[in-house]
């Protein structure tokens, strides 16, 4: 049985599909296309069928993460749920709504006119992020939240799972969002709302919850169970959204001016914004385990992107009874809406499956060939891993940073060690190298280590989430200065841990790396030119590569080297 999951149309768009219930391929619309898209995921759907040897006429069913008609009956409210809201604003939101549910049965059509005689299912955006949590999860039972800015007009649901059902238990219609109001903190702080969440997150290592009060009382309803924004702190904007009051700015003593606040006074925020919201998540998540008597909780929604809060919440649950997906934003939901027909359309059980993170486009080394020989580069063959191996270390213990291009494209935000950049975390000014020629971040944003699996516990404490680099980890006090480049406030550190199992190329790497260096470590960033999608083909990877400062690629077994480092002795 095949069934093609798709998620919703607006942002961060895919596609995944499912043969009789296993994940055989999901890719994000954006990887492929280069670009930030919306609607129907055209090329994610491509490489799912072309992955699966299918045609749309193969398709069991396909299901898609959104019921536009519960979206626009709840969002249609939003305006009556604010106060002193104007005319213009309500006008505004009613048509920009109606917009939107139109333009959704613009895509449907477009999906009906080309499946042939498959069902067409629609599922409600946060059952599809609860669906992606709970289904790849290792839980046969477990309380399940998700949270985004909004979704189908809802913003935080609780379920159970139990075997192959979710029972939703309680809802939180937008505009009371812990996500939402995350993003406009992000805006006020000089960031992209929407885009630059993480920057937020990192920020806030950097300074004092002096304000943590007030953004408790701005998300804390009577009951502390679950969030209600006080309307008094916001005004409805023009798009019929609300918009910080005078007296938001007033209680945190701040200018209307983004660019008079200070940095002291942007760490500040960021800091109460952080811990405020781990405070209120974690009361909601007690309270409803205990409800249900359960101690374990699935989480999902755009707001589970933020490593620093799933960190926290297993510091104060319990470490490896919380799980968070591969993806656990929008892209997920393809997943999510897939596995939903699985079990609940179509009435299969759950099975015991392995959480799959390498399900996008991978190239043989022929094609590979094609495209090097095609951009006239230089590259030398290595005929054996082995060698392959030997040619990487080379370069790294070298002090080069490195291109590595291995195998197929990880599904999610993150790199996983098929299309990475690694370095050594001992080379000189690596972190600068990194930054000034590659990544060009911000001074307080942190790299990745990735560590082979047997080793992380001589170097780590960390949980099963730090394979995904969905939680993060904390170095040992016996190891410390050797990580002190890479070690946040906390002795908190970004971690992949990698198994021989699901990454044997990288896994081999990183033990002959050690051989050699003070540990198995390397530094890990995502194989992406600033402001790209991570890379795909082969030729995203050689242009990315020729743009910045790599100083070499490792592309299968072909290594390509630029001027000056000849001299390493790269046997072929």
């Not at 005004?235 to 660019?259: H, I, M, T, V």
């Not at 392959?388 to 195998?407: C, D, F, S, T």
């Amino acid at each position: 049985m095949l069934i093609l999951g798709l998620s919703p149309f607006e942002h961060d768009t895919a596609a995944a599909m499912l043969r009789d219930g296993v994940v055989v391929a999901a890719i994000e619309n954006d990887k492929l296309a280069r670009s930030h898209t919306r609607g129907v995921p055209d090329k994610a759907i491509e490489f799912c069928l072309k992955q699966a040897g299918a045609t749309m006429h193969d398709l069991d069913a396909i299901a898609v993460a959104t019921s536009p008609v519960h979206g626009l009956m709840r969002r249609s409210m939003l305006p009556a749920k604010m106060s002193n809201f104007s005319p213009l604003a309500y006008a505004y939101h009613g048509a920009s709504e109606l917009g939107g549910y139109v333009r959704d049965l613009g895509h449907f059509r477009t999906l009906r006119q080309s499946n042939g005689h498959s069902r067409d299912l629609r599922f409600e955006h946060h059952l599809c992020h609860a669906s992606n949590a709970y289904f790849l999860s290792p839980f046969d039972r477990s309380l399940i939240v998700t949270l985004d800015e909004e979704g189908d007009g809802s913003s935080v649901m609780v379920a159970m799972g139990e075997g192959n059902a979710i029972r939703v238990l309680r809802r939180v219609a937008f505009p009371h969002s812990p996500a939402w109001l995350y993003s406009q903190v992000t805006e006020l702080l000089g960031f992209k709302a929407h885009k630059e969440e993480h920057k937020t997150q990192w920020l806030s290592l950097g300074g004092e919850p002096t304000h943590k009060g007030t953004f408790l009382g701005m998300l804390r309803s009577s009951s502390k169970h679950l969030p209600r924004l006080d309307n008094s702190f916001f005004n409805p904007g023009l798009n019929g959204r609300p918009a910080f009051s005078a007296r938001f700015y007033n209680k945190l003593q701040l200018s209307k001016d983004a660019s008079q606040v200070s940095d002291d006074q942007r760490k500040a925020l960021a800091s109460s914004l952080q811990q405020a919201i781990a405070d209120l998540v974690v009361e909601l998540v007690d309270h409803f385990r205990e409800q249900e008597n359960v101690s374990t909780v699935c989480l999902a929604g755009g707001l589970m992107f933020n490593t620093l809060l799933v960190s926290t919440l297993e510091e104060r649950l319990v470490m490896n009874e919380v799980f968070v997906p591969p993806a656990p934003g929008n892209a997920g939901c393809a997943i999510g809406a897939a596995m939903l027909a699985w079990h609940q359309a179509f009435g299969k059980p759950r099975e015991e499956h392995e959480t799959a993170f390498y399900t996008g486009p991978a190239f043989n080394r022929s094609e590979i060939k094609e495209v090097l020989d095609n951009c006239k580069v230089r590259y030398s063959l290595q005929i054996t891993e082995d060698r392959k191996i030997e040619a990487a270390l080379q370069l790294l213990e070298a002090g080069k940073i490195v291109g590595w291009y291995q195998g197929a494209t990880e599904f999610g935000p993150r790199s996983l060690g098929n299309r990475s950049i690694v370095a050594s975390p001992w080379a000189s000014y690596v972190r600068e190298n990194l930054n000034d020629f590659i990544k060009h971040r911000e001074w307080f944003r942190p790299f990745a280590l990735a560590v082979p699996e047997e080793d992380a516990p001589r170097y780590f404490e960390c949980s099963q989430l730090c394979n995904s680099m969905n939680s993060m980890g904390r170095v040992r006090s016996e190891v410390a200065e050797q990580f002190s480049d890479f070690t946040l406030p906390g002795n908190l550190v970004r971690l992949q841990v990698v198994s021989k199992r699901s990454n044997p190329h990288f896994w081999r790497l990183l033990k002959r790396f050690g051989e050699q260096a003070p540990a198995p470590v390397l530094v890990n960033t995502s194989f992406n030119l600033f402001g790209e999608p991570m890379v795909v083909r082969p030729r995203d990877a050689v242009r990315s590569y020729f743009c910045s400062g790599i100083d070499a690629l490792v592309i299968d077994n072909f290594v390509l080297a630029k001027a000056g480092l000849n001299q390493l002795r790269m046997a072929s």
